[in-house]
């Protein structure tokens, strides 16, 4: 699934092809919006919110998309050959004058009335990217459960919104914690918050997400896909687990040297490392994750 920092980038690209220009031809291949026309409105704005889209338009409609874990969209100049995938792929097609958006796989397509978005996003937690960006709220609602497993509770969008299973992975890493610590026991809360928005910011302008700051092949990320490999700063293989229950598990990935607090077990090349009171205890559900240590492991949702 997208990060919230490709959103924002579609969003950016989207508007400037799209915003201030008339449509010129619409076309949905869903079923719900399939007589849908959209010919003559003008696109006034588009918008990321966390990972969703919302492409505003005159007359008081916002169209409604989100990525999950397949769909885009493409960019074309008018009579360029499609490249994102087969034809029967295609969800929805917005068209001006100089270009076509083209949104391939989405998901969830929904036209709603402007002033009824936060029928779509109003659950959303703040929103990293954001100019409204509110750190406070974000932590008051991360800590309104503060026996949650952190790396559970930075993914779950209601609390903030935007991260993802990549940033979560690697600002856990930078602050030496295991994705099972729990909120209350993550001895600086604003700190780790901070330093996930960092990672975003820094990355939201360019397609290549790196957390390590370089941007050669194979060196972008700390742990994240890294199962397997040594650990850039100890050399301890990276550990992978699957956290929270199905369907909605996600693999985790963590030095077992470098970040302290529960885990499942694993091989611990120092049990006696301690730190303000967290230990690599074995978590108590650690015969449920499966742990992988096999080289080139790949994420999965």
Not at 13 to 38: C, I, Y
Not at 134 to 149: G, K, Q, Y
Not at 244 to 260: F, K
Request: contains cysteine.
């Amino acid at each position: 699934m997208p990060e919230g920092d490709t959103v924002w980038l579609a969003a950016q690209r989207m508007h400037e092809a799209l915003a201030g220009r008339e449509l010129t031809r619409s076309d949905f291949r869903v079923p719900a919006l399939a007589t849908v026309d959209l010919t003559g409105r003008t696109v006034l704005k588009v918008v990321p919110r966390g990972k969703h889209l919302l492409t505003r338009l005159s007359g008081g409609s916002t169209l409604h998309t989100h990525f999950r874990m397949e769909g885009s969209w493409h960019l074309y100049r008018p009579g360029d050959r499609w490249r994102g995938g087969p034809a029967w792929q295609v969800r929805v097609v917005l068209e001006n004058a100089q270009w076509q958006a083209v949104g391939y796989r989405l998901p969830v397509i929904e036209l709603l009335a402007t002033d009824a978005e936060s029928g779509a996003v109003g659950h959303l937690g703040p929103d990293l990217l954001a100019e409204d960006w509110d750190p406070a709220e974000a932590l008051r609602r991360l800590r309104t459960d503060c026996s949650r497993e952190i790396g559970l509770a930075l993914l779950d969008q209601r609390n903030l919104a935007g991260l993802g299973n990549l940033y979560r992975t690697e600002v856990l890493f930078l602050q030496g914690l295991t994705p099972w610590t729990t909120v209350g026991d993550v001895p600086d809360l604003p700190a780790l918050v901070e330093k996930g928005r960092r990672l975003m910011v820094a990355n939201r302008g360019r397609w290549e997400q790196s957390t390590t700051g370089s941007l050669r092949r194979g060196q972008t990320h700390w742990v994240f896909e890294r199962s397997g490999q040594a650990c850039r700063r100890c050399g301890t293989p990276i550990a992978l687990a699957e956290q929270g229950a199905a369907p909605y598990a996600r693999l985790s990935y963590w030095c077992p040297r470098c970040q302290l607090g529960p885990a499942p077990s694993v091989a611990d090349p120092d049990p006696s490392t301690r730190r303000q009171g967290l230990t690599r205890s074995a978590h108590p559900g650690a015969d449920r994750p499966r742990v992988i240590h096999a080289p080139g492991g790949r994420w999965r949702p």
